[in-house]
């Protein structure tokens, strides 16, 4: 099928209780809308970065007892998984879409974005759009928006990134239900691609 967009009740499968039942309905409702994204914006996210982009839906394998409480595809260029590497994601909290740019704790590539984001942070900071937001834990709804983040935020992200294993960056778009739910697949694909595209040199920074 192609992708339609979301709706209220797709962000509603985060209140159901219990591990196998908001499985259940993750798997009926969210899934087959986020494989249904993920093909299709894949040929784009492939262009734009100069290499193929493979899709990964999230499936939660690893929980046996705590319900997730968001859901995501993303786009890496590795056909066998995404989380060592630098990539995009769109995803769903309860009470919100998000459109990122994230490298996870188990890259290795934190420390290169690090001193890559040092050399280059005036300009960062300038050419973001300012409702953007940053996000150094990725089970974390909530992250700051870029308007927010001074020199000093940005020097602790940096020295976290180089010195703390398990540190994440991810920065990018979040649309609250309430508005993501009212827009169609065709205006959802857009607005995907034009964050992608001004995420894309914080992407380049991560090589």
């Not at 209780?17 to 993750?26: H, I, K, Q, T």
Request: aromatic share 10%; charged share 25%.
């Amino acid at each position: 099928m192609g992708f339609t967009g979301f709706a209220a009740e797709d962000f509603d499968v985060f209140a159901v209780p219990g591990l196998e039942a908001r499985m259940g309905a993750l798997i009926e409702r969210v899934r087959p809308k986020l494989e249904a994204l993920g093909a299709e914006l894949a040929p784009y996210v492939s262009a734009i970065c100069g290499e193929e982009m493979f899709v990964h839906v999230a499936k939660h394998a690893r929980r046996k007892v705590n319900p997730p409480i968001d859901t995501w595809v993303a786009w890496a260029a590795n056909k066998r998984g995404y989380k060592a590497l630098p990539h995009f994601e769109v995803g769903m909290f309860e009470s919100h879409l998000f459109i990122i740019f994230a490298i996870i704790y188990e890259s290795p590539n934190k420390s290169i974005f690090a001193g890559k984001l040092e050399k280059k942070l005036s300009s960062v900071r300038s050419k973001l759009p300012k409702d953007y937001y940053w996000s150094t834990d990725h089970m974390n709804p909530n992250g700051i928006s870029h308007a927010d983040m001074d020199k000093e935020s940005f020097s602790a992200l940096i020295t976290k990134l180089k010195q703390v294993k398990k540190a994440e960056v991810m920065c990018g778009l979040s649309i609250p239900r309430e508005k993501a739910s009212t827009m169609d697949g065709g205006e959802l694909i857009r607005t995907v691609q034009e964050t992608f595209e001004t995420l894309l040199p914080l992407y380049r920074m991560a090589f």
